[in-house]
């Protein structure tokens, strides 16, 4: 057998692949401003494309960098992107998600106005980056909603999902935008997710379905609980699928949970990580869909080879086709940082390799504080804000398909 970059498929046309390899060194920004704890992630489909949000860069005010691949070397696309119309220290970058073809890009900043937040879109023609019409802030916030500490995007680009976790004094909420004709607006009021009581944090972490009609909405809860998610469509309007859903086999926290979330482009698979799970040791589930149903697939998954606490789940990604699925840990191994991968075959979730860990990282870099996994499941990217002193970076690792 040979290793090579052509995809192999069994008689069951599932995807066969060696461990992930590094790809090229550390990617990162240049005209960076003191210490912009770079390494907020996502990635275009294809792999080809990939946004990094700093969100300390320039004293708070914050920046997003692009950078693009060309064979297996990656350079940065333009000078670092910033909002034209920022107020204070905005925090940019605070999250980013990208389009399938890579050429819109949200990134959030919840620091915006005194943390009402806030959403940014940039668009890339002919390799050039623009803002495209003003920041997005969603109508009705009470409070300091921290508008923009998530987002989500359609695989089009032409809807948007921004997060406010810190809305209505914790409980949090969600605001959807379209883009038409190069103008975007918010569509309906605010999502707010029922059935539980309290302070969840509603909005504290999304994911968006390829077709923009299934939003996940993760919450951030302070109190020893199952942490609540929650599974909005689009059909006519926005509304709950069913009750909201909690993890089985959890291991509360008393001090508390933070949930990742990520789903497929059918929307029919969605992962739920938890970094505080078992004393901060974290875990990862998955979630299916049936019709309008959803139930949990299988326990909970703990990557191998972790050392120490952790947090496995601070970040999660899956592939397009719900196969495939990455974990961070960004306390792991004294704060270096890793990233697991975890593959679906006939319902069973396996690890794929080792753990990935990024060379060239430089004291607690964090690594797999953030990633993303490309819509094929050939790129990871796993980002380390606290790399270099809080510079932050980002790492690139390639799968490598067995023929």
């Not at 993760?218 to 609980?225: D, H, K, P, R």
Request: aromatic letters at 6%.
């Amino acid at each position: 057998m040979t290793i090579t970059e052509t995809q192999a498929t069994d008689e069951k046309s599932y995807p066969v692949f060696a461990p992930y390899a590094q790809q090229g060194g550390k990617l990162v920004g240049t005209d960076s401003v003191g210490n912009s704890q770079q390494g907020i992630v996502a990635v275009s489909a294809d792999g080809n494309t990939a946004v990094v949000g700093g969100s300390n860069d320039a004293e708070g005010t914050g920046a997003v960098w692009i950078f693009t691949r060309s064979g297996d070397a990656w350079s940065q696309q333009g000078s670092k992107l910033t909002g034209s119309d920022c107020v204070g220290a905005t925090g940019l970058g605070t999250s980013v998600g990208i389009s399938s073809d890579g050429n819109t890009v949200i990134a959030g900043g919840s620091g915006d106005n005194g943390i009402v937040g806030a959403a940014w879109v940039f668009t890339r023609t002919s390799g050039i980056w623009t803002q495209q019409g003003n920041k997005l802030v969603g109508s009705h916030p009470v409070g300091d909603s921290m508008q923009g500490g998530s987002v989500a995007i359609s695989a089009d680009g032409n809807t948007a999902a921004v997060g406010g976790n810190g809305d209505e004094f914790g409980i949090g909420a969600v605001w959807i935008f379209t883009r038409s004709q190069g103008g975007w607006s918010q569509t309906g009021s605010k999502l707010t997710g029922s059935g539980y009581s309290g302070k969840a944090n509603q909005g504290s972490s999304l994911a968006m379905s390829d077709d923009g009609k299934t939003l996940i909405v993760g919450s951030a809860i302070e109190t020893n609980v199952n942490a609540p998610i929650w599974v909005f469509v689009e059909a006519g309007g926005w509304q709950q699928q069913g009750n909201y859903l909690t993890a089985t086999d959890a291991v509360t926290n008393p001090n508390g949970q933070n949930t990742s979330v990520g789903v497929s482009g059918d929307g029919n698979t969605l992962v739920l990580g938890e970094n505080q799970d078992d004393a901060q040791r974290g875990a990862t589930w998955i979630f299916t869909r049936s019709g309008n149903a959803w139930s949990q697939q299988g326990s909970k998954m703990v990557g191998a080879g972790a050392t120490g606490k952790a947090a496995q789940g601070c970040s999660v990604s899956i592939s397009a086709d719900g196969d495939t699925a990455i974990v961070g840990g960004n306390t792991d191994n004294g704060d270096l940082g890793a990233v697991w991968v975890y593959q679906r075959n006939a319902g069973n979730w396996l690890q794929c390799g080792e753990k990935l860990v990024g060379t060239g990282a430089s004291g607690a870099a964090l690594q797999g504080n953030s990633v993303a996994l490309s819509g094929d499941a050939r790129t990871i990217l796993s980002g380390g804000s606290g790399d270099n002193g809080m510079a932050g970076a980002t790492w690139v690792f390639a799968a490598q398909f067995i023929t």
